[in-house]
């Protein structure tokens, strides 16, 4: 039997006196009271109660065993009103990974969920690796390709495109390509979590896939190296379009072979549990999604 079930039916036994006003109580038959009762003293050894046709009375044993009963049951309730509390408000510290350069879309959000629920706190960490959700405690993350863990839950907030692109001085060196298969020729500097490694994927304009192999003297999991590096001249780059949208705007860099257009992805926000989610998670999650529908055009500049 559950032993929380039969310490609740012996509390309610005292009470109210008997097992019938339990029962009456606990929405429960006289008889499966006593079943509780009886199961709590053969696990301990011990009568409990004295039982007459009229009345029950505790034992020595019983009236010690009642008096931490009834304090593991108020600590019990207690525990749950708090927890309630917690579920109802955004409270504790909300532990945040994000990738770097996708900061400026997030710290907007922190700082309105602060403003907004001081009882809450942020830590926020960014970097460029695959972490590991559970293991070093963080609540979300946020992602701009498919986490590799399939067991985590992915929310999708925006979508968003890479862009082929280079600077003047590269081109006048190495010549304008002509074709995507010309790209396998060419210095190409690449995202170490880009979804599909050297194999840069594609449509066309009639909307059909297209990739092409490359390879190239740069791998970084950092997409500003990978813009320097395209701004000094060291190769072309696959890059996110919404980090070196000024610079095509600029001119700065220039993009290439616009009748093709990068495979399109997501900007996720990554949790480990979808039942009890903390009313923080919760929260946090619904402001960033709001906020990343109102800026999509900043994210994806070239949809």
Same mark, same amino acid.
């Given at each position: 039997?559950?032993? =929380?079930?039969?310490?609740?039916?012996?509390?309610?036994?005292?009470?109210?006196?008997?097992?019938?006003?339990?029962?009456?109580?606990?929405?429960?038959?006289?008889?499966?009271?006593?079943?509780?009762?009886?199961?709590?003293?053969?696990?301990?050894?011990?009568?409990?109660?004295?039982?007459?046709?009229?009345?029950?009375? =505790?034992?020595?044993?019983?009236?010690?065993?009642?008096?931490?009963?009834?304090?593991?049951?108020?600590?019990?309730?207690?525990?749950?009103?708090?927890?309630?509390?917690?579920?109802?408000?955004?409270?504790?510290?909300?532990?945040?990974?994000?990738?770097?350069?996708?900061?400026?879309?997030?710290?907007?959000?922190?700082?309105?969920?602060?403003?907004?629920?001081?009882?809450?706190?942020?830590?926020?960490?960014?970097?460029?690796?695959?972490?590991? =959700?559970?293991?070093?405690?963080?609540?979300?993350?946020?992602?701009?390709?498919?986490?590799?863990?399939?067991?985590?839950?992915?929310?999708?907030?925006?979508?968003?495109?890479?862009?082929?692109?280079?600077?003047?001085?590269?081109?006048?060196?190495?010549?304008?390509?002509?074709?995507?298969?010309?790209?396998?020729?060419?210095?190409?500097?690449?995202?170490?979590?880009?979804?599909?490694?050297?194999?840069?994927?594609?449509?066309?304009?009639?909307?059909?896939?297209?990739?092409?192999?490359?390879?190239?003297?740069?791998?970084?999991?950092?997409?500003?190296?990978?813009?320097?590096?395209? =701004?000094?001249?060291?190769?072309?780059?696959?890059?996110?379009?919404?980090?070196?949208?000024?610079?095509?705007?600029?001119?700065?860099?220039?993009?290439?072979?616009?009748?093709?257009?990068?495979?399109?992805?997501?900007?996720?926000?990554?949790?480990?549990?979808?039942?009890?989610?903390?009313?923080?998670?919760?929260?946090?999650?619904?402001?960033?999604?709001?906020?990343?529908?109102?800026?999509?055009?900043?994210?994806?500049?070239?949809?």
């Amino acid at each position: 039997m559950d032993r =929380l079930t039969s310490l609740t039916a012996f509390v309610r036994v005292v009470d109210s006196g008997g097992f019938s006003a339990a029962g009456r109580r606990l929405n429960m038959s006289t008889t499966m009271v006593s079943n509780h009762v009886q199961a709590l003293e053969d696990r301990l050894g011990a009568r409990l109660l004295h039982r007459t046709t009229r009345k029950v009375s =505790l034992t020595e044993v019983g009236k010690a065993y009642y008096d931490r009963c009834t304090q593991i049951l108020a600590d019990i309730e207690q525990a749950d009103d708090i927890a309630g509390a917690l579920q109802s408000t955004p409270r504790g510290t909300l532990r945040i990974y994000t990738a770097t350069h996708i900061v400026p879309f997030i710290s907007p959000v922190v700082a309105g969920f602060l403003s907004s629920y001081p009882e809450a706190k942020v830590d926020l960490t960014m970097g460029e690796r695959n972490i590991d =959700l559970i293991d070093e405690g963080f609540d979300i993350a946020i992602r701009l390709t498919p986490p590799p863990d399939s067991s985590l839950i992915v929310r999708s907030l925006a979508t968003w495109r890479h862009v082929l692109c280079c600077s003047h001085g590269y081109l006048e060196k190495h010549g304008r390509p002509q074709q995507l298969s010309e790209l396998s020729g060419h210095n190409c500097v690449r995202h170490a979590m880009y979804p599909y490694e050297d194999e840069w994927r594609f449509t066309d304009r009639k909307g059909m896939p297209a990739s092409v192999r490359i390879s190239g003297n740069l791998i970084t999991n950092s997409g500003e190296t990978l813009r320097t590096a395209a =701004l000094q001249g060291i190769g072309i780059c696959l890059a996110a379009g919404f980090l070196v949208h000024d610079d095509l705007e600029s001119g700065r860099l220039v993009r290439l072979l616009s009748e093709y257009r990068p495979v399109e992805l997501s900007m996720n926000a990554v949790y480990p549990h979808r039942h009890h989610l903390s009313v923080k998670v919760r929260t946090f999650i619904d402001l960033l999604a709001q906020h990343s529908a109102e800026q999509q055009k900043l994210i994806n500049p070239y949809s």
